[in-house]
């Protein structure tokens, strides 16, 4: 009897109304796919080596010409797929999004996926590059990169709204407009401020704004000119450098007070910005003769 193919999911993710899922699989027997459910798929191959593909979705006929990353297969809900392939080991991200999953848009309007047109073999760069990032992010466990994915997320959504939906079948409402006024916006600051040595989610900030996630990216950036994860990144590393300086705590130790996972994480994210890692930083101030500017 054959084997099956080898299969893993290196990563899922889920936010309301769609689940992300990054697979791994092992295609050097023959493998046959087949999807058929009350949920859109979209699925983008991000690499890997196929030698023969030969796929078919119900309304719009087959092909058999083997992907390259970034080609995207989208299969309407109720619609059917599918696919026969062999080739080496392949990587590939999976949406399955629900067809009353929220799309909020720019103009004050939201409306829902409730039908998508199929693709196959199709390219779109900025659909690719949306989703190798989400992929990317899916892996980290902190909670910078969970904000980042999930503003992506909302951005994926519009998008698939905006390019994939066939005329006529959305439903469109108006959306509460998206502002933080200054006193909502202090006390989002605070508790950001209250909160830099543990994990913050879109969800808790949102909620101090009575807004929905994807109001709240909005309303934020408009607010404080960054995205809340660039926000929090941002206050974790001013913390970071007054420790440094005012204190003899380990490095491996401010890391931890200022909400990120280890020494190297810390040091990774202070050398992007300040272009010396955090051991620099601290011995080259305090080393500073008085009256220069180090210049």
């Known amino acids: 009897m054959e084997a099956a193919p080898a299969f893993s999911i290196l990563a899922e993710r889920h936010w309301p109304g769609i689940g992300f899922l990054v697979c791994c699989e092992d295609i050097r027997q023959t493998t046959t796919w087949s999807i058929g459910q009350p949920r859109h798929t979209l699925i983008v191959h991000l690499g890997g080596a196929m030698r023969t593909l030969d796929t078919r979705i119900e309304g719009i006929g087959a ?11 989208l299969v309407p809900a109720g619609g059917r797929y599918v696919g026969q392939a062999r080739g080496q080991v392949i990587r590939y991200a999976e949406l399955r999004i629900d ?29 690719y590059y949306t989703v190798a990032q989400m992929a990317r992010l899916a892996t980290a466990e902190d909670d910078l990169a969970a904000m980042m994915a999930e503003r992506l997320q909302w951005l994926l959504r519009q998008h698939l709204f905006r390019d994939y939906r066939p005329g006529g079948h959305a439903r469109i409402e108006p959306a509460r407009r998206a502002t933080l006024d200054a006193r909502t916006a202090q006390r989002i600051a605070d ?33 404080f000119g960054l995205t809340p994860a660039q926000y929090v990144l941002a206050q974790r590393l001013r913390r970071a450098r007054w420790l440094l300086l005012n204190t003899a705590q380990e490095i491996g130790e401010i890391a931890l007070a200022t909400g990120f996972a280890s020494h190297s994480h ?21 080393t500073l003769p008085l009256g220069r500017s180090g210049g």
């Open 63 to 73: 092909t058999r010409e083997p992907p390259s990353p970034g080609d995207i297969w």
């Open 99 to 127: 067809p009353d999953a929220v799309a909020e848009l720019p103009g004050e309007r939201t409306g829902t996926l409730d039908a998508l047109r199929p693709c196959m073999a199709h390219r779109d760069e900025f659909l």
């Open 191 to 223: 508790h950001i401020d209250g909160m830099l040595d543990r994990r913050i989610t879109l969800a808790e900030l949102a909620a101090i704004a009575q807004f929905s996630v994807h109001q709240l990216l909005i309303a934020f950036r408009a607010h």
């Open 266 to 286: 810390l040091s990774a994210a202070f050398k992007r910005q300040a272009g010396i890692s955090p051991r620099q930083f601290r011995e080259g101030l305090r």
